[in-house]
Nanobody, 130 residues
Framework: QVQVVESGGGLVQAGGSLRLSCTVSGLNFDDYNIGWFRQAPGKEREGISC???????FYADSMKGRFAISRDNSKNTVYLQMNSLKPEDTAVYYC????????????????????????WGQGTQVTISS
């Protein structure tokens, strides 16, 4: 069956960096766009970044310049490098596999649609201390 597994979360001080990883198995990785969402306590899940099957990248405006997404198709893995972290980045970060036909527009605003995601990971906690 399909498995989407995130890793790399943790506790860092403001201004620090983290790299999240998302490894997918049980599907043809090349047929899927991979996105990252996050959900802070009491808030809706928001799409923050996506990389499509051709490795074109997309970001929510608030992430541009701080976050970088990449994929290694040989390892079925996507990475999210997060720099200059702020306390407001504290959230559970979720990896999502979206069939290529839906595009990354269903991940990043303004077209974010959690219902369009085909497979979710279990989430990894990121906590930024001030």
């Amino acid at each position: 069956q399909v498995q989407v597994v995130e890793s790399g979360g943790g506790l860092v001080q403001a201004g620090g960096s983290l790299r999240l990883s998302c490894t997918v198995s049980g599907l043809n990785f090349d047929d899927y766009n991979i996105g990252w969402f996050r959900q802070a306590p009491g808030k809706e899940r928001e799409g923050i970044s996506c990389i499509n099957w051709r490795s074109t990248t997309f970001y929510a405006d608030s992430m541009k310049g701080r976050f970088a997404i990449s994929r290694d198709n040989s390892k079925n893995t996507v990475y999210l490098q997060m720099n200059s972290l702020k306390p407001e980045d504290t959230a559970v970060y979720y990896c999502a596999a979206v069939h290529w036909s839906k595009g990354c527009k269903v991940v990043v605003p303004p077209g974010t649609s959690t219902e369009a995601v085909n497979y979710w990971g279990q989430g990894t906690q990121v906590t930024i201390s001030s």
